[in-house]
């Protein structure tokens, strides 16, 4: 994870994928749908940027016991699922991107 004295920063985690590869992705947020938690992850290069735009969604899965305990992901298989939670990840960012432009405006 991130240095937290850094708050420029992203949170990153590295992914193992299924062939063994390993990815490091930066963390852009976590989604509540329908009482299920996902995070999105932006997968980065070599040089920890992301030049695609390509967004990767996982269901997540906390500890409620021991919040210490590694966080679980779990692959999203359902293709209605995957498009409830692309759907909310649009939103949020259209959120985001409001609260952006609002901030800007002098009131």
Partial sequence: MGNKNEPD???TVELEL????KVNCAIVTILTVREQDYIALLPLD????NTDGEVWFYRYYEDEVDPDIEPK?????DEEEYEI?????DEYLDRAEYDEIAGEKDF
């Avoid at 939670?85 to 990840?89: P, Q, R």
């Fill in 18 to 21: 299924e062939d063994g590869s």
């Fill in 9 to 11: 920063e992203e949170m």
């Fill in 85 to 89: 939670v692309a759907d909310a990840f």
């Fill in 73 to 77: 992901l779990s692959y999203i298989e």
């Fill in 46 to 49: 070599e040089k920890g940027e």
